[in-house]
């Protein structure tokens, strides 16, 4: 029982040991401030015995588990324990959880440990103190459940759910919604399963009334477990996902609208790329009209013009009857091929290259020469030079010739990147590149005149 | 470019550092980010091995790495330590551990080394409160003091660190009559001064970030296995050298031909390499220009624009996606980027800190996925800036704050863009952020939220890091991160295309050149010190290659350090770590400790570091009065000495040639015979005739005067200062028993520049007969250094001379000495007695020795 008082102390002077390594001047903290300290104690008051032998076995294990010498760092965390009889309260507050962390981390890691030896460990380390059961807890369901042990985690998850200790504080309110999150988790892995089953039998057969109403008792349970941490900011997806999928399947398409436009557009929350791709999956299975699915992925492009949905949303432009909507259209495509990691995408140069034509020929040159000017001063080092010709004929012909034509059309016959590609002879792309250079001779925007 | 379908759920809350109320997410172990969430149950409920092939191990093939090239030529001083800036009196143990920088150490050790400069001229002003030799009867006056007594009470102080150093009345008369003249004026003019300058040193002490980045580059070659290592060398880090380097298969890596090099005019701070659609371009940074060189395939630089930053240069970055582009950002607060096209333009400039209010005016910019997006980064937290948007405006991509759960005192230390690692990119939108405590990796299509964070341990400032490509096809990547101390961490990076980035396995410390101390021959104890000081130097650069991506996963490391030296080390990724309880332990090869013995043989060689003036002290001074008087052979305490000023064991040929081979030096009988003749004296009972014989024996052959007798005894106690002075060399200085740097001190002192008015001050007029005092007196203090033993020869020399003749003798020979301002004391000491002996009779002139060789003392004695 002392511990409880203790650690009520202890909430009041957490912040003043944390500045243990605060120095004065800048504000900044230096955890190795205490080494160079270290140096030049000479005299005056030692740290006791027991201290020192505690911090050298702490430093210890730590190297051990650096070096992957997890058989040492058991050893050590053997001799460790003894700092939870510290006569420092601060310390002996301080301990469990580093115990834990080291150890579950030893635990995790050596070869010879197995799931008995985990579990006895995160029993006994939940009741030692009261400050961290929570968070242990959570921790050895998550464990249970990447070693496939659903149900054990659902019980130790469902455990931890009805703990409560002192005032309700807010942290512990966060992690007791994240345990009932995760437990909602759980209920959905039983009840996709459930419904895979279902989904095997036949509508008619007396199995299958039983299976649809065990899965709807555990739908209840999980939208009870999972709609209260979504209200809280943060990252969800996995819950979101699953939790969303629930309603969709009972026809619950108001609440689960709900759900994803509250996810996506929350201002409290990060501004997740998922939460807007969700909710466009959504519509889209929703069949929403396509303004709706514009305006959506409109947002997804002003946070990620990278994305892969970049291209679909670009294919709804380019149907759009809005004339704001197809040059937008031209936007998201150049958008898209500004970023490192999408040079390559063939798919991004075939649009570029024929919506270049199309929109060259609906006489719109001034939207192409919006774009391009931005651009001109480093996209022909970035995608046309002639280092990226070869390499790019090298691999994949496809996308040179693609790429020649965009060249072609934004910087003229003269460019390097298309004169070496023009230049090449290849038997089965002779008739490609010939229609290459008769677009570029018709579409270049260098000469428009001519 | 895919996004990860599902991320890992985080809490997100906004707010400042430290925010307590909120439960740490990432409080969880490593171990934590193996944990998958089953997308869906069917397809994993089979997944359930503890033990997931993502277990990594990298060997190193011996227990610490080696040196790569021969020490260099330049000595290297390790510099200033907490010993050194912080109080050490009365420490006490506390929880909070709190550093209080300790002037008043600093502000004696002025007193003590430039007191010429600090006292000198009030001095002057307080002549007539001093009383000097054979004015006895002159005053009474209770401002008037002795020098004489004051000098024989100060004999016995020790200045520093004695609790029972004994105030005489005459020195607290002093000290109350000189204290507030003396110690005001220079404190009040030094103090604040002095202690903004302890305060930043302390600062760097704890982080410079001056090489955050790194300055050692490794430019690839041909083939992976050959390449440049592009770093630093010389004293002031102002050589930039090119040294080709070849990696075999079998072992250690292979300098070829001697380095190739650039002289810069200001020492290089940040070494950074780029290959960009196969142009390599080499950009160096230092404190205030920024240079950038293409390598041709050949490996030879050509030389590319400088640009100048006047405010100071903190952080320099190549493009990844565009040859010849760089970002600078400087001091101020601005960020330029520099193009081949465009030249020079500012994209950013902000003289605030982002997020909070922090001091520190480091910056940092690095690219971004896309090529005209940088990351600006200071101490407080790093943004996305769009160089084509509005000036200005922004994202803020990493924030000290709740939102990536930050502690209290939290700073940004290194800010890297990841996506640049050739071939495949992870995600080639990720960052890393370092801080003092952790690790983050953000994605700039997801800020704020980091998507990955590790608690580093690392017990000094992470300012290196590099992502290297798969060792194998499919295999995590390796991320290094190094810290100034040398300490390594070598982390493994998963998740492609449509998963999150996590952790692979434990990440792991790997071997620091101090590990390496083991391969060297054990030395005596100083050089042993000073090549663990060498390898204990702080690290200025990394880099990394795996030679052979195709066939064995093997990658060699490279570390720079602050002294000079690059270490390699080579690691080999272990087939199957699970199943082994304990870590393989390398050991070192024959040829591996032979290299290592030829390393130590070539830095041993090089001259230790010139010292700093060391005070003398007067501590010693009686004692070894006593004992030169005594023994009478000179020989031994002054090859002792020397060897001690020398930093060497003491040899019989620093004892000089064996008794026999000497000529006798005098008419009295060696030490032994000495001792024999008073022990066999003691015996028969004769003791007190043998003192009188001896008595009668050591004080001369002619019975001096009582003056003279004075006079002898305080020149002998002036000889045995000038030894004194040769030992003060080689024993730490009083005021700080510990220091650590002893071959700082093993050199002879520099002789400081001589005073005008020093000379002045005893040449005014003063009774001759009261200069010996004068001089002795000035000799003892700071400002008599130089040469003291140079003035007591030429005035033994002459003591019928006149005075003002002899005065303005020793001044020429003074102002002569004076150009080559760091002439030792020991040449000085040469010159003046060569000088001398002109002037004197020629038995003198065995005294003039040729300077190299240990001047031989004379006996104080002799030249009456």
Known sequence: MSDFSEELIESKTEDDQEESYVFSGTGMSFPWLQNHIGTIATG??????????????????????????????????????????????????????????????????????????????????????????LKISLQHALYLVHHGMLEDANRNLSHAETWRYGEKSSSQEVLINLIQAYKGLLQYYTWSKKKLELSTLDEDDYAYNAASQSM????????????????????????????????????????????????????????NPNAHVYLYNFLK?????????????KILYQIVPSHKLMLEFHSLLRKSEKEDHRKLGLEVLFGVLDFAGCTKNITAWKYLAKYLRQILMGNHLAWVQEEWNSRKNWWPDFHFSSFWAKNDWKEDKTLACEKALVAGILLGKGCRYFRFISKQDDEVLRKKIKRIKKSVENHSIVNPGL | MDFPSSLRPTLFMAGPLGLSNVPDLSFMCSWRDALMLPESLPENSENGGPHMATQLLWEPETPGPLPLLPPGPDPWDPGVTAQDLLFRGGFTFRRKPRAVLD???????????????????????????????GARSRSKKKTVVSVKSLLQDLGGHQPWGCPWAFLSYRQRRFSILGGPVLGKSVASLLGELLHEELAVRWEQLLLDDAFTGGALAWVPGRTPQVGQLVYPAGGALDKLCFQEVSLTSSGAAQALRDPGHIQLRGPVRQVVTRTVQGETLLAVRSDYHCALWKVSKQGQPAPLPVLQVRKGATGISLSPHLPGELAVCSRSGAVCLWTPQDGLQQVYKDPETLVFCDHSSWRWADFTAHPRVLTVGDRTGVKIVDTQGPPGCGLLLFRGGAEASCQKGERVLLTQYLGACSPEPLHPTLHLICTQFSLYLVDERLPLVPMLKWNHELPSAPLWAQLLPPPRPGCPRPLLLGAQRGHLRLLHLTG??????RLAGHPQSLPSSSDSLSAFPLLEPKSQWRLQERLKAPTIGLAATIPFPASEPVLSLFQLSAAGDIFHQRLRLQADPG?????????????????CSRWLKALLKVPPPPPVWAAPTFSHRRLLGCMEQRTGEHKGPEGLRAAMAGGRLLQQRDLGPLPSAEPPPAPEPGPEDELSARLEAAWEGQMAAWWERQQGRSSGPSRPSKRHKRRTQLSSTFSSLSGRLDLSDAISPPHSPDRASPEAKSQPPVTPPSHESTQELWAQGVPSERQQTLRDYMAKLPLGGDS?????????????????????????????????????????????????????????????????????????????
């Open chain 1, 44 to 133: 005056g008051k030692k740290e006791k015995d027991f201290a020192q032998t505690t911090s050298a076995c702490l430093s210890f294990i730590q190297e051990a588990l650096l070096k992957h010498q997890w058989q040492q760092a058991a050893e050590y965390m053997h001799s460790y324990l003894q700092i939870l009889e510290d006569s420092d309260s601060h310390k002996r507050q301080a301990a469990p959880e580093i115990i834990w962390k080291l150890g579950s981390e030893i635990l995790f890691y050596h070869p010879k440990s197995n799931m008995e030896t985990f579990n006895t460990f995160a029993d006994r380390m939940k009741n030692i103190g009261v400050m961290n059961y």
């Open chain 1, 216 to 271: 709807l008792n555990h739908s209840c349970k999980t939208s009870v477990n999972l709609g209260a941490l979504i209200q809280t900011p943060g990252v969800w997806d996995p819950f979101v996902k699953s939790y969303v999928e629930m309603l969709e399947f009972y026809g619950d398409r108001d609440g689960a609208r709900e759900v994803l436009t509250n996810y996506a557009y929350d201002e409290k929350f990060p501004s």
């Open chain 2, 496 to 501: 492609e295309g449509a998963s999150a980035p």
């Open chain 2, 103 to 133: 002037v008043t150490e600093q502000l004696s050790r002025f007193l003590w080394d430039h007191g010429d400069i600090a006292f000198a001229p009030l001095g002057k002003l307080m002549l007539e409160n001093f009383k000097l030799e």
């Open chain 2, 788 to 864: 003291p033993r140079g003035v007591c020869s030429s005035l033994s020399q002459s003591p019928s001379l006149q005075a003002t003749s002899s005065r303005s003798q020793t001044l020429q020979e003074r102002t002569a000495e004076l150009p080559p301002r760091r002439t030792t004391l020991r040449g000085a000491a040469v010159s003046s007695s060569q000088t001398s002996s002109l002037r004197a009779t020629p038995s003198r002139q065995r005294a003039s020795v040729p300077s190299g060789s240990q001047p031989q003392r004379k006996k104080p004695r002799m030249g009456f």
């Open chain 2, 579 to 595: 199943a082994t309880l304990h870590a393989p332990t390398a050991s070192w090869t024959p040829q591996a400790t032979a290299f």
């Open chain 1, 285 to 297: 299975r929703e069949k929403a009209p396509r303004e709706k699915l514009i305006s959506v992925l």
